[in-house]
């Protein structure tokens, strides 16, 4: 019987057996929550991206129970806890009971120049004591520190435990990157600037890349005509982008004018006064000249401006004729001024004309109107076969009979105020 006892209770034990290792090996891993690690000379949203990384290599290492981040965030947000700006270690042991967590994995990230540092500590959350500490550091791009340098990072860290830890393993020096050359871009305003790199020509601006000897000083010169040549100096480091964007001065000199006086002077369409006018000053280059004075024909010529000479432009108007500006006023009021430069007069004879032709044009159409209901009622009383007809068409007919007299009154008076302004217009002319 006790052999069978023996051969019954076998199976037992070893399930129990079984059963006691696959609940206490569990047990010797210790639950660790990772809080967001500060980002200092990257941005937040990269801070957060390598926290994530870092999680997951953890993870794949074994030596913690890791508290899922999302799961995290629900249970802080449960409890109303908000984790901007928890920095202290205080906070963190804090946000560690809340989740039940028994350690929590603080630090940071940081840049310097090219170098990219990972500052990390465990923190007890039972006596809020800092169990471990451990720093790496990686020279490259942060893509480097995503693929390599966590990893590493996670390799240092991941050895921490509360008796005894291990020793650190010794962190794998990563093989540097080929160095990037530095580049430059430049740009000008305005565009098409000669561009000189250390004396020697590159093309015009803009230049989006131009790559760089790393390590030493450069020297950038843009020339442009009529500009004044700019040179500038950087300090080329290796996987370095550099930007200049530059504005360049017009070279100007002076330009004097001599001509009749009162003639307005325009260059390139922009009016600079009348004459006499001191000297003026313009860029350096070609300009277009003109000179009009009512009366007279516009002069117009191309002057150069340099920088070796003041350059002076003279000039002599020649009189319009009088006769095909009577012949334009005579056709259109205002036509005369506008021939001869006075414009403002010319525009005011053209407006009075055509505001009065058209009150003239309606009060003709009205007369008409009116003439052809007064014939109507006319004809209408002449042909009536009653008295009572009689007597209503002949009110009808007095009453159209005003009204065409009325606007026969009316349309004179307006044709007499276009002759008069036609008149007025040919009279200021002629004299």
């Known amino acids: 019987m006790f052999a069978v006892l023996k051969h019954r209770f076998v199976p037992q034990i070893i399930i129990l057996s079984f059963f006691s290792l696959t609940v206490l090996h569990p047990q010797e891993k210790m639950s660790l929550a990772i809080i967001d690690f500060d980002g200092f000379g990257i941005s937040e949203q990269e801070a957060s991206v390598l926290t994530n990384r870092l999680g997951t290599y953890l993870v794949q290492s074994g030596v913690y129970r890791i508290i899922e981040r999302g799961q995290m965030r629900q249970i802080l947000e449960e409890q109303d806890f908000q984790m901007a700006g928890c920095t202290s270690d205080e906070c963190a042991v804090e946000i560690g009971q809340l989740l039940g967590a028994e350690l929590i994995l603080a630090g940071s990230f940081g840049k310097i120049g090219s170098t990219y540092t990972i500052d990390m500590r465990i923190i007890d959350v039972t006596t809020g004591g800092i169990l471990e500490t451990a720093s790496y550091d990686i020279r490259g791009e942060i893509d480097q520190v995503l693929t390599e340098g966590l990893s590493e990072a996670a390799s240092l860290i991941s050895g921490v435990g509360l008796s005894a830890p291990p020793p650190a393993p010794t962190p794998t020096v990563p093989v540097p990157a080929p160095p990037a050359m530095p580049t430059l871009e430049v740009r000008s305003q305005p565009a098409g600037a000669e561009v000189e790199l250390d004396g020697q020509f590159m093309n015009v601006t803009p230049l989006s890349r131009l790559e760089l000897e790393p390590n030493r000083q450069h020297s950038v010169a843009l020339n442009l005509d009529g500009y004044y040549p700019l040179d500038t100096t950087l300090f080329a480091e290796v996987g370095q982008h550099y930007r200049l964007n530059l504005r360049l001065v017009q070279l100007k000199s002076w330009l004097r004018v001599q001509g009749d006086p009162g003639a307005r002077i325009s260059v390139n369409g922009k009016f600079l006064g009348s004459l006499p006018l001191d000297r003026v000053q313009l860029a350096v280059g070609s300009h277009e000249f003109k000179a009009t004075k009512p009366e007279y024909f516009p002069y117009t ?71 052809d209901s007064y014939e109507s009622s006319h004809d209408a009383y002449y042909n009536a076969g009653t008295l009572e007809d009689i007597d209503s068409l002949r009110r009808t007919m007095e009453t159209d009979h005003e009204a065409m007299i009325s606007s026969a009154r009316s349309l004179n008076i307006m044709a007499g105020v276009l002759g008069g302004v036609w008149l007025a217009n040919l009279v200021e002319i002629y004299f």
């Not at 506008?338 to 009065?356: E, T």
Request: aromatic share 12%; no cysteine; glycine share 8%.
């Open 301 to 371: 010529t191309q002057v150069t401006v340099s920088r070796e000479a003041e350059a002076q432009v003279s000039f002599s108007l020649q009189n319009k004729p009088r006769r095909p500006a009577l012949l334009f006023s005579a056709l259109v009021p205002g036509g005369g001024q506008l021939y001869l430069g006075y414009r403002n007069r010319g525009l005011l004879f053209l407006a009075a004309a055509a505001v009065s032709g058209y009150l003239t044009y309606n009060q003709f159409a009205a007369y008409m109107e009116n003439k």
